[in-house]
């Protein structure tokens, strides 16, 4: 089945712009989660989806936000980039997003490259 | 406060020997822990995971071990293949409460397998 497709892979904006990234799960998984990756951070987790409801939310200013939508895709929006924000944001799903069993694990997209310039 | 620390941020070995990646965590309410690996311009693959409620789990040619007492955990890779050349992230979690699509990860170790 397919894997978990992120859109763009890779995109340049300036401070000041929004951006918009998409996810589309694999099929079947309803919860979407969403992470920051940057070299001097590691993996941060931004925030998780679950049938179109914010379940959980990282330390993340509120210039990042995020939406799903009810064929489980979601969507993540950074307002107002800053230098800082250039990272690889990181898609994953699973089925119910509880993490509690080896079928219940996250499964990663590619990731899209967000430079801000 | 980094709650999942990986404190070798390289590991070398030769093809066919023993390799062993380690990661520890200050957090004692984490109860999964999961092992991933990252190819550049991939997102992280899924390797294995161990319940708190086990000490050991094994599949093919990769065991995890969790000492509980210790917070460790530990990945072995038995016998390193070149392809098995990567940056291994250990991830940790809470489970059954509100922490959903969350994982805790340690900062990585690049494991280079030599042919």
């Known amino acids: 089945k397919a894997g978990v497709t992120q859109t763009p892979r890779y995109l340049i904006k300036t401070r000041g712009q929004q951006v918009t990234l998409s996810c589309s799960p694999i099929s079947g998984h309803r919860s979407v989660s969403w992470y920051q990756q940057t070299p001097g951070q590691g993996l941060q987790f931004l925030f998780e989806y679950f049938s179109e409801t914010q379940r959980n939310k990282g330390n993340f200013p509120g210039r990042f936000s995020g939406r799903q939508f009810s064929n489980s895709r979601s969507e993540m929006n950074v307002s107002t980039l800053e230098l800082g924000d250039s990272a690889l944001y990181l898609c994953?799903?699973?089925?119910?997003?509880?993490?509690?069993?080896?079928?219940?694990?996250?499964?990663f997209g590619a990731g899209s490259r967000l430079t801000v310039l | 406060d980094q709650q999942v620390k990986q404190n070798s941020p390289s590991l070398s070995v030769q093809e066919g020997r023993i390799s062993i990646l380690n990661c520890d965590y200050t957090n004692s309410m984490f109860d999964y822990f999961l092992w991933y690996k990252k190819y550049p311009a991939e997102g992280p693959t899924f390797l294995i995971s161990?319940?708190?409620?086990?000490d050991k789990n094994e599949d093919g040619r990769f065991t995890v071990f969790l000492n509980k007492s210790a917070k460790h955990l530990s990945l072995h890779i038995v016998p390193s293949q070149p392809g098995d050349s990567a940056v291994y992230f250990c991830?940790?979690?809470?489970?059954?409460?509100?922490?959903?699509?969350?994982?805790?990860f340690g900062q990585g170790t690049i494991l280079t397998v030599h042919p």
């Open positions: 991830a940790a979690s809470l489970t059954g409460g509100t922490s959903y699509g969350k994982l805790t």
């Open positions: 161990i319940s708190s409620i086990k």
């Open positions: 994953a799903s699973s089925l119910t997003g509880t993490g509690d069993s080896g079928a219940n694990v996250l499964t």
